[in-house]
RNA sequence: GGAGCCGUGGUGUAGUUGGUUAACACGUCGGCCUGUCACGCCGAAGAUCGCGAGUUCGAGUCUCGUCGGUUCCGCCA
């Protein structure tokens, strides 16, 4: 029963084997029928290596088993691995070298014909790949990106490992908390009428743990959103979770930039310089406009307030009299812009909240720009020397606070970057962005929010702020950043329990509120909590950067689509009445 | 919740100002073929143009709705 069992895969096939005999297993990825000799590509995760079926090798009956054969079917094959006949080597493949002369063939499983080619299912439809995803995870890109999402989990638990953290699972029916995202829910048959909490992260029982004594946590944890999804956002994804005790932020930080400069290591063969850069939020926003910058390129924002406060242009001497600001990017090169170009931009800028967008397009002996006669001569050349602007380039200006102009200047600056390829695709630029803002002012809700989560330690030359100045205090939390992509977040954590009802009332929450919500978890930190902190990373967003793809459904075996759907099991569906009944459910409608 | 894009044999695409036999490539099936590697050659089958209304003498094409996929905004402590 054994003889079809493989002793080798396809993809190692090369120099060293010939002369010895083998058994492969796969797939047929494609077939060559000529007639008296039949060439197959068989297919399996190492790779793909030609296999030759000749009649006088194998004799009639099997050779008439090998004349059946199509795509996809299982096979295995036993035979003599053989160099190429003189001129016969396909240099474009890694097995090219060599052939395998099968003496034995037996089919395993037949095939229907397969919905898509397998081999260049990127250009099929979602919705069809997504049903037979079985049969496009049988593709190179995505055995590649599956095998690449193994060993980054694999690079990452070896490092915690020998790091000293422990890999502990935490519970998912857990209790809805209703601050945050959106939960989903399970009913209770034992407890009718009351529901389970899928969690959002293991947020709270990491730091249980670490009042639990365990120092040091880990775990590859999967995590749950009821929210609209993106290309990077799956309503199921994992997280690499990380808490310890004992530290503070720069522990946290050292720890976890040597962990990630590890992985980069281990998967891409990438060498990071440590320490990685930090810039604080504030700097961060100012600079780029952004949360999450992407230092692959430059076009850093400049402010040009402080030349114009005399400025006889209506727009300019409005904002300084509003304590608004002006600030601009230049985009070198730009002056080459189509006034149709331009025109582009600055809708996208309105499109984004700025109430307009003013331009210069500094040519030869000129300044192309429809505000330049509002501006004296002193005005313009400050402008052009603030944003460093030479000829042929193009300024951008925006008015307005500086929240808003900022990030409208950091969107701009990024589309232009990829629109005008500034970006080298093969750089990883880490970053830490620190001093996050503790709490943010919500209109809607009418009161301060966590701006991470209500347990993130405010600066210790900040705390006084909570009661002074809520909106002015900065968080001990960081976010690691990489390509201008968020990978992480997190923080150290309030561990005294009068901070931590100075904060729930900067949240204007009394403690009974809070108690109703995290009684048992404020419980917890009677009992002597070690300071901790932690972080969280994306590992799916981890996987796409280090895969240079554009959606975390690339790198996830069985992906949901933007509307949470699961297209090969059909999930969400309907279920049974019986089972409604049992959980005392009835439907509306 | 809002905006954009896509949907035509199994797959990928073409299809002119609305005009009568919906085209091409790959795949599939049959035949031929002993060194192919995107094998080649000959032949064949295969489409209610996502679905439903409407406009029109006539709709793949125009309009509205709807379903599915996707991208972005809101949302994601």
């Given at each position: 029963m054994t003889e079809w069992k493989r002793t080798h895969y396809c993809g190692d096939m090369g120099k060293t084997y010939v002369g010895q005999t083998v058994t492969l297993n796969g797939w047929v990825n494609r077939r060559r029928d000529l007639g008296q000799v039949i060439f197959v590509d068989l297919r399996d995760r190492s790779g793909i290596v030609q296999v030759v079926l000749d009649p006088e090798v194998l004799g009639p009956e099997q050779f008439a088993l090998a004349e059946r054969l199509r795509s996809e079917y299982v096979i295995s094959v036993q035979g003599k691995v053989m160099d190429r006949?003189?001129?016969?080597?396909?240099?474009?493949?890694?097995?090219?070298e060599v052939e395998l002369h099968v003496s034995k063939l037996v089919i395993l499983s037949e095939a229907k014909t397969?919905?898509?080619?397998i081999h260049q299912a990127d250009d099929v439809d979602e919705s069809l790949r997504l049903k037979y995803r079985y049969l496009h995870l049988r593709s190179k890109e995505l055995q590649d990106t599956i095998m690449l999402r193994h060993r980054t989990v694999a690079a990452v638990r070896s490092y915690l490992d020998g790091q000293g953290f422990l890999d502990i699972e935490t519970p998912i029916l857990i209790r809805s908390t209703p601050e945050g995202a959106r939960d989903y829910i399970v009913p209770s048959r034992v407890h009718p009428g009351e529901f389970y909490a899928l969690p959002q992260s293991p947020q709270l029982f990491k730091q249980l743990l670490m009042i639990g004594g365990f120092d040091r946590y880990y775990q590859i944890a999967r995590c749950f959103r009821d929210e609209d999804l993106r290309?990077?956002?799956?309503?199921e994804f994992t997280q690499i979770d990380v808490e310890m005790s004992f530290v503070d932020r720069e522990d946290v930080m050292n720890i976890m930039e040597a962990m990630i400069v590890h992985v980069l290591a281990e998967v891409k063969g990438v060498k990071i310089d440590t320490p990685i850069p930090r810039l604080s939020y504030q700097e961060a926003m100012d600079r780029f406009?952004?949360?999450?910058?992407?230092?692959?390129?430059g076009m850093e924002i400049g402010d040009v307030t402080k030349h114009l406060t005399q400025s006889e242009f209506r727009v300019f001497a409005d904002a300084v009299r509003a304590g608004h600001v002006i600030r601009g990017i230049n985009v070198k090169g730009g002056a080459t812009f189509t006034r149709r170009q331009i025109d582009q931009l600055s809708e996208q800028a309105v499109a984004m909240g700025a109430k307009g967008l003013m331009w210069f397009s500094l040519e030869e002996n000129q300044v192309r720009s429809p505000?330049?006669?509002?501006?004296?001569d002193a005005e313009m050349q400050a402008i052009q020397a603030e944003l460093d602007g030479d000829v042929g380039d193009l300024l951008l200006l925006v008015a307005g606070p500086w929240d808003l102009v900022s990030e409208v200047l950091g969107r701009l600056r990024l589309a232009l970057g990829k629109e005008l390829g500034l970006i080298d695709d093969d750089l990883y630029n880490l970053l830490w962005v620190v001093d996050w803002p503790l709490l943010v002012y919500d209109e809607e809700a009418g009161r301060y929010m966590a701006a991470h989560h209500p347990f993130t330690a405010p600066l210790d030359e900040d705390i006084d702020l909570l009661e002074q100045d809520p909106g002015k205090a900065r968080a001990k939390a960081y976010d690691l950043v990489l390509n201008g992509v968020e990978l992480g977040g997190g923080s150290i954590r309030i561990t005294d329990r009068k901070l931590q009802e100075r904060m729930f009332a900067a949240l204007g929450f009394t403690m009974e509120e809070a108690h109703d919500q995290f009684g048992y978890f404020l419980e917890a930190f009677e009992y002597g909590a070690p300071p901790h902190g932690g972080i969280a990373f994306g590992l799916d967003r981890l996987v796409m950067l280090l895969a240079k793809r554009s959606s975390i459904r690339d790198v996830i075996a069985f992906p949901k689509t933007i509307?949470?759907?699961?297209?090969m099991i059909e999930a969400p569906s309907r279920v049974h009445q019986k089972q409604l009944d049992e959980l005392k459910i009835s439907l509306k409608d």
């Open positions: 006949p003189e001129g016969q080597v396909n240099v474009n493949m890694k097995t090219g397969p919905p898509f080619h290309a990077e956002r799956q309503p406009g952004s949360d999450k910058p992407d230092t692959r390129f505000i330049a006669k509002f501006l004296s509307s949470a759907s699961d297209l």
